[in-house]
């Protein structure tokens, strides 16, 4: 039913403090409801908040919309249907092995926390939004985990997200931009899942906005989307911004090899990533008249194509090289 937790778990001490909570998830969690939770705990006193520890080895899932909240001082805040929600508590941890969503998606709030210190440990797979509130918090997305971020990464100013894994803004096939209130770093063994409108004449591109540094090794993966309506000719898109700094410390690039696309990792500037990539469909290596055929489809996509002639230009576009 509406606004009914998949499990709710809570310590108020009152006028002491409260104890600790925690939890350990096997069976999968799905709350179907307007403004429910898959996990709500919380701990609290008036001498203080006990720790919060959630493990979870399946799936968890919250609902969608918000639900409206008293806080202390009686004020009311909107809290959104989250996959776990972390109220209060001291030093609170959740570790996952299995996948946090809600019934929104991307579009919806995983991870949503308010004072504590929280940290996250995903070795399985976060879909949507987290937003950390208050405290000293860090989301570490492990080796071989999955974070499909939302528009919002809220961990707060001067704290960290850590990427071992795949950090893929909006998942797969899906243009997003997410604010990301914290500092990046991607290791050596991080893929940072970036996918690029290349029928954008803009450049429009999957890409993070940061409100700290980010020091950034391991990969960028390319996923290009509506080559069907690839446009001839050089172009350049930010993929992340990081508004105290960028430091590149050996990312490089992993794209899909195409004998019409080619791509360049670039840094303009002291804040931003960028990538380069021109398309042409008259590379070198034809013969004369494969370019005069190459140069029509070139016209062709240069006036904008047509969802008829789309197909065999997104099969061109898949052709390995050349030859």
């Known amino acids: 039913g509406d606004v009914s937790d998949g499990i709710h778990a809570q310590s108020a001490g009152g006028q002491g403090s409260g104890g600790n909570v925690n939890v350990s998830l096997s069976g999968n969690i799905i709350a179907m409801g307007e403004g429910s939770h898959g996990i709500f705990a919380q701990s609290r006193g008036d001498a203080g908040a006990g720790n919060i520890s959630i493990t979870i080895n399946s799936t968890v899932q919250g609902g969608s919309g918000v639900i409206k909240v008293t806080g202390s001082g009686a004020t009311t805040i909107d809290v959104p249907a989250s996959g776990?929600?972390?109220?209060?508590?001291?030093?609170?941890?959740?570790?996952?092995?299995?996948?946090?969503?809600?019934?929104?998606?991307?579009?919806?709030?995983?991870?949503?926390?308010?004072?504590?210190?929280?940290?996250?440990?995903?070795?399985?797979?976060?879909?949507?939004?987290?937003?950390?509130?208050?405290?000293?918090?860090?989301?570490?997305?492990?080796?071989?985990?999955?974070?499909?971020?939302?528009?919002t990464i809220n961990l707060g100013t001067g704290n960290l997200l850590t990427n071992e894994g795949i950090l893929s803004p909006g998942a797969k096939?899906?243009?997003?931009?997410?604010?990301?209130?914290?500092?990046?770093?991607?290791?050596?063994?991080?893929?940072?899942?970036?996918d690029l409108d290349v029928g954008s004449a803009s450049g429009s591109a999957d890409r993070v906005n940061g409100t700290g540094t980010a020091n950034l090794a391991g990969l960028t993966d390319v996923n290009p989307v509506n080559t069907g309506f690839a446009l001839p000719g050089s172009h350049q898109a930010t993929i992340l911004s990081a508004a105290s700094g960028v430091t590149d410390s050996g990312l490089a690039l992993n794209t899909q090899a195409s004998a019409v696309i080619n791509y360049q990792l670039l840094f303009p500037n002291p804040t931003d990533v960028d990538l380069g990539y021109t398309i042409d469909f008259s590379p070198t290596g034809l013969n004369r008249n494969q370019n005069h055929i190459g140069n029509n489809i070139n016209n062709i996509q240069l006036a904008g194509g047509s969802a008829s002639?789309?197909?065999?230009?997104?099969?061109?576009?898949?052709?390995?090289d050349v030859g």
């Open 173 to 194: 096939g899906t243009i997003y931009t997410p604010a990301l209130t914290g500092n990046l770093v991607q290791t050596n063994t991080g893929s940072y899942a970036v």
């Open 84 to 151: 776990i929600a972390l109220f209060d508590g001291a030093n609170n941890s959740v570790t996952n092995h299995g996948a946090i969503t809600t019934l929104s998606g991307i579009a919806g709030n995983a991870i949503y926390a308010t004072t504590g210190n929280d940290k996250i440990d995903n070795y399985g797979t976060v879909s949507g939004s987290v937003d950390l509130g208050g405290g000293s918090n860090a989301f570490n997305n492990k080796v071989g985990a999955t974070f499909n971020s939302g528009t």
């Open 309 to 320: 002639f789309a197909p065999i230009v997104e099969a061109l576009f898949n052709q390995p």
